[in-house]
C-alpha cells in the first residue's frame, strides 16, 4: 500500500482572479495541509507547489483539470475540494466546473468554495487525515 493511499486527499483549484487568495489560505494552514495528498489543477497547484508541499499537478482547469477531479471523486480518490470560485468571472469551461461541483453533491464531499467555507473545513473536528 502507497503512502497516498493511507492519507486523505483534498483538491486545490481556483478561478486565475482567486488564485493569490488559496496560495495564501494554503500558506497560512500550511501544518492543516501537510496531513493530506495535495492533487490541484495546472497553475494553482504549481502555487501551491512552489510553498514547499508536494502537490499531484493535473491539467489547467480549461485544459480538463477540473474534470480530471470530478472523475477522482467519483473513483472515491479525493475527499475534500477547495475551490476558490470567481462568481463575477467568464468560465469557458462552466460545463466542467458544474459537473464537478454535482460529483462533489452526488458523493457528499465536503466542498469549499471561498475562504469563509475553507476555514470552516480546515477547523472541522470531523475531518481527519486517515481514509474514512
Do not use: Y
Amino acid at each position: 500500500m502507497s503512502d497516498v493511499s493511507l492519507k486523505k486527499t483534498v483538491a486545490l483549484i481556483a478561478h486565475d482572479g482567486k488564485k493569490t487568495a488559496l496560495v495564501s489560505f494554503v500558506e497560512t494552514h500550511r501544518s492543516w495541509f501537510e496531513q493530506f495528498h495535495l492533487v490541484g489543477t495546472g497553475t494553482t497547484g504549481g502555487r501551491i507547489a512552489a510553498l514547499g508541499l508536494s502537490v499531484e499537478c493535473l491539467a489547467s482547469g480549461p485544459l480538463g483539470g477540473d474534470a480530471q477531479i470530478a472523475a477522482r471523486i467519483t473513483e472515491g480518490f479525493v475527499h475534500a475540494v477547495i475551490f476558490f470560485r470567481d462568481p463575477m468571472g467568464k468560465h469557458p469551461h462552466e460545463p466542467d466546473i458544474n459537473m464537478l461541483l454535482r460529483q462533489c453533491d452526488v458523493h457528499s464531499i465536503p466542498l469549499a468554495t471561498n475562504v469563509s467555507t475553507a476555514h470552516l473545513l480546515v477547523g472541522s473536528h470531523g475531518f481527519g487525515s486517515s481514509p474514512s
